[in-house]
């Protein structure tokens, strides 16, 4: 089984989205997206300043930005002893930025958010957009996995 762990800095405890949507969301982008051996991935529900800050300190861009993924698996994957769980990584949203490209996109908070999500996760996985035949490919795995989702990407 996977585990999803969130925490929450600069988002208030009783603020959507709810730590059981977030596992449901990445859940299904692990199912979707093939790992059959158990993951562990974190998911920390942040504010602009804070995403602003890692962005800044990790990727270079002096700008928040809606979803960043720090990957433990670069190339091989760690070998861990029977019965542990495939460390992925984590997932970083900013619930601020993630609310004005709904608005921008004419869309919800809920599909943006689970957008971001799984976009995030997928990052965990390997997959990445620096191609346009890599963008391609993320793309029509975001879609499919947003489309297998039906209402829990367009409710809490």
């Not at 720090?70 to 930025?97: H, I, K, Y």
């Not at 608005?103 to 997959?127: I, K, M, P, T, Y």
Request: proline share 5%.
């Amino acid at each position: 089984m996977n585990e999803v762990s969130v925490a929450r800095d600069g988002v208030d405890d009783g603020e959507p989205p709810s730590s059981s949507w977030v596992q449901h969301i990445v859940q299904k982008t692990l199912e979707a997206a093939g790992p059959t051996d158990p993951c562990e991935v974190s998911v920390l529900l942040t504010d602009d300043r804070k995403i602003h800050e890692l962005n800044r300190t990790y990727r270079g861009q002096d700008k928040p930005t809606d979803v960043l993924s720090f990957a433990l698996e670069e190339g091989q994957a760690m070998v861990l002893p029977p019965g542990f769980p495939r460390q992925l990584g984590d997932v970083v949203l900013s619930m601020q930025t993630i609310q004005k490209q709904a608005v921008n996109h004419h869309g919800s908070v809920q599909r943006e958010s689970a957008w971001a999500l799984c976009h995030g996760v997928l990052h965990l996985l390997g997959f990445d957009h620096e191609t346009d035949e890599d963008d391609a490919t993320m793309r029509a795995m975001e879609s499919r996995i947003l489309d297998s989702l039906g209402e829990a990407a367009r409710s809490w």
